[in-house]
Structures are given as C-alpha cells and as structure tokens.
C-alpha cells in the first residue's frame, strides 16, 4: 500500500521560509504524479504545486508562484515543497498526495493523501 507522511510544517513569520517533505513509499514516482494541496478553515482544498513524474514537469497556482518550489529526490522517494516569502494567507494544513498519471489540480483525481502538515504565517 502507498503511503505518503508529510514533514516541516511549523510557525513562521510572513517572509519566512518553510520546506516541507512528503515521504513516499512503495509508491513508483517514474509513473505518476505528486502534488501539494492545502486546506484553510472553512475553505475548500485547492492544489498549490504538482510535479509529473514522467517528465519532472512542474506546475504552479498563480498565488504561491514564483514564491513555492516543488522538487523530488528520486533516491529518497521524497517530494519536497519550498516555500518562501510566506504570507498569512499561505496558512493552511498542507497536504501532498499521489497516483494520477499527470498533474491535476482537482483533489478528486487523486488515489493517495498524507495525513497533512498545519503550516502558521504570523503578520
């Protein structure tokens, strides 16, 4: 079974920087795609970043570009989520989540989530 555990997440202040990890396991990253999502109060989820593991071709929602920067380590099966020059509306549990074929911003196309990480930008 895949299993996704998400990492880094903490309190920081806005214009700090913050780098989670989404470790993955039993999981065959050449094939698919990862993405990062989040989740406010009393917001949907929206998906952040996504990277295709076909291509290493990556994606971003206009809010977190030029700001957020997904990568992988292949050998450590690990995808990776820098962020920096946060902002309190960045706040949110993040969550990263695996399985389609190519990188979707729709939750719903995604087979497997980790248990997400609270991420806290102060003003």
């Known amino acids: 079974e895949v299993q996704l555990v998400e990492s880094g997440g903490g309190l920081v202040q806005a214009g700090g920087s913050l780098r989670l990890s989404c470790a993955a396991s039993r999981f065959p990253f050449d094939n698919y795609a990862i993405g990062w999502f989040r989740q406010a109060p009393g917001k949907e989820r929206e998906g952040v970043s996504c990277i295709s593991g076909s291509d290493g071709r990556t994606y971003y929602v206009d809010s977190v570009k030029g700001r957020f920067t997904i990568d992988v380590d292949y050998r450590e099966s690990t995808v990776f989520l820098q962020m920096n020059s946060l902002k309190p509306e960045d706040t949110a549990v993040y969550y990263c989540?695996?399985?389609?074929?190519?990188?979707?911003?729709?939750?719903?196309?995604?087979?497997?989530w980790g248990q997400g990480t609270q991420v806290t930008v102060s003003s």
């Open positions: 989540a695996a399985d389609p074929p190519h990188c979707s911003w729709y939750a719903g196309d995604y087979d497997y």
